[in-house]
């Protein structure tokens, strides 16, 4: 009979596939030789690694669950393990990627015509192109419905005006996948970002995600041409959908932000002494330990139970609010545990935790807040709406 081991202690990993384990291996040595030195300074001085980019599109990981146009058409379970090993090393970069995978690559690939896919996708998947995601106002956040950014026709052209705000990537981005009211609808406009009107406005003052370049988005008087709307979508499908698939690679990532606090805590309690012997003997402090180790892995059953669901073809977006809304809560539960065992240490960036803590406010937040998963979910068992 096997020992279980303590940072794997349902043993996860023999539920995952040989591709799966690879591909989750591959992203956790990246991480620790990449990124983990120097996640800190970089969150200190608020700077987004853009030389880790190429990196990222050569290891296939931008767009890697789509298929076609150089991506690498992996499993989404595959994909939200890869998310999971980048949050590992912070929420920025796993942001990132999610931002340019599924939610401006995805709607091209989705809902773009074959010009736009021949013309963004190759180029994204490879990390030559960065995309970025408009849909968030600076007075519109949960309700998206009621936006504010509209675009007109003249002639054969559109005419967007407008503005986004907390749109990640916005300050690197070639392309932009902008949302916008017209007399139509609600339609997604494929905006290169040097196209004049265009402005992004880097966010400045942060306290969390400090190593995401962060945006707010003007557009004045932006002329396109007609072939800028994706033609495969109208109304709130289309940026609802997106949504939806970057929602799902948080409850993935979320947990990879958890596991690096929850395994931070058990090697300071390991070697921490206080009153002649270390920290991890007193029960006290075993209680916390045995608290995340519980919650983490029931968290991972969750995702990798999800992750079969969505390569079945058979998740619900309902069932990816639930493991949203459950596994950021239990992620963020879990950092400020695992400070608590740092006490002072915590808050330290020569630890991972309090920024882990940080970041996990923002994605508590982002693409939906609990409230709003909360009310998904009501809705889901009552049958009743309760947004309005």
Known sequence: MTKPDPRDLLGIRDLLNEEEREIADTVRTFVRKEVADHAGQWFEDATFPKHLVGQLGEMGLLGMHLTGYGCAGTSATAYGLACLELEAGDSGLRSFVSVQGSLAMFPIWKYGSDEQKDRWLPSMARGEAIGCFGLTEPDRGSDPGDMRTFAKRDGGDWILNGSKMWITNGTLADVAVVWARTDEGVRGFVVPTDTPGFTAREIKHKLSLRMSATAELSFDDLRLPGDAVLPGVTGLKGPLS????????????????????????????????????????????????????????????????????????????????????????????????????????????????????????????????EEIHTLVLGQLLTGQSAYR
């Open 242 to 369: 997106c949504l939806s698939e970057a929602r799902f690679g948080i409850l993935f990532g979320a947990l990879g932000a958890a596991r690096t606090c929850y395994e931070s805590a058990l090697d300071y309690a390991s070697t921490r002494e206080q009153f002649g012997r270390p920290i991890g003997g007193f029960q006290l402090t075993q209680q916390k330990l045995v608290g995340m180790a519980m919650e983490l892995n029931k968290g991972m059953l969750l995702a990798v139970h999800l992750g079969r669901r969505k390569d079945a073809g058979d998740l619900p977006p309902e069932l990816v609010s639930f493991g949203k809304l459950n596994n950021v809560r239990t992620a963020i539960d879990i950092a400020r545990t695992a400070r608590t065992i740092l006490a002072a240490n915590g808050i330290s960036l020569e630890y991972p935790v309090l920024r882990h803590a940080n970041n996990l406010e923002s994605v508590l937040t982002y693409e939906g807040t």
